[in-house]
């Protein structure tokens, strides 16, 4: 059983192009993350929503919109695809939104491609 | 912002060696995470260790909270060690985000 599950695991795309990428966590968590790795490994968070709502949203093109149809699922659509949003997106999960934190899961990532 | 730094960057070593990993952050936490990234990309949880020591088979990690450090250790490695490891944290004061260090890429020789 896929606790954190992000489609599709690749993405080859043309510059300008909208793509999206779907996240599902089956763990009954009320807080799920979209994180970015760029290439040299390094990685920030983006967004996170509790329950549906949003709590976090970095300094992140508004080209980046994350919608959350339920607190199972994190979406990620991006507009105008640019050269340097080549990277590795990450969604995670974790329990509740409390202090302390608690432990964060990851997916497997997207593997973003423009050209 | 807090800052998290690992160290050393690179780590090179043949099986069986033992290493120590380090994680130093400016700031007081509320939460720390190592993670380890394998060859394929996968982001796989190894400790939540806001404090104190853990232990999990052939790895084990101790969390300083007062002198904001922590330590991983990796005993009798394998092959199937080599990757990226992260250190993460959530700073206290409010903050949400999980911040990240730039990692310690460890490769583990037959």
């Known amino acids: 059983d896929t606790a954190v599950s992000q489609t599709p695991k690749y993405l080859v795309t043309q510059m300008g192009n909208d793509k999206s990428i779907k996240c599902e966590q089956n763990?009954?968590?009320?807080?799920m993350y979209w994180y970015k790795q760029d290439s040299k490994k390094f990685l920030k968070i983006m967004f996170s929503?509790?329950?549906?709502?949003?709590?976090i949203n970095e300094t992140v093109p508004n080209r980046f919109s994350p919608k959350s149809p339920d607190k199972a699922h994190l979406n990620l659509h991006i507009n105008s695809l640019e050269l340097g949003d080549s990277a590795v997106y990450f969604c995670?999960?974790?329990?509740?939104?409390?202090?302390?934190?608690?432990?964060?899961?990851f997916g497997p990532g997207t593997r973003l491609l423009v050209l | 912002g807090i800052q998290v730094e690992q160290s050393p960057p690179d780590l090179i070593l043949q099986e069986g060696a033992n290493s120590t990993l380090r994680c130093n952050f400016s700031?007081?936490?509320?939460?720390l995470q190592w993670f380890h990234q394998n060859p394929w990309g996968q982001l796989i949880n190894l400790f939540y260790?806001?404090?104190g020591t853990k232990q999990n088979g052939r790895l084990s990690a101790t969390t300083v909270a007062t002198e904001r450090y922590s330590l991983l250790y990796i005993s009798s490695s394998q092959t199937t060690d080599s990757g990226v490891y992260f250190c993460?944290?959530?700073?206290?004061?409010?903050?949400?985000?999980?911040?990240f260090g730039k990692g310690t890429k460890l490769t583990v020789n037959p």
């Open positions: 995670a999960s974790s329990q509740k939104r409390t202090r302390p934190q608690e432990t964060q899961y």
């Open positions: 763990l009954g968590h009320d807080t």
């Open positions: 929503y509790n329950n549906k709502e949003l709590i």
């Open positions: 700031d007081s936490v509320n939460n």
């Open positions: 260790i806001p404090s």
């Open positions: 993460a944290v959530l700073p206290q004061g409010g903050s949400e985000k999980l911040v």
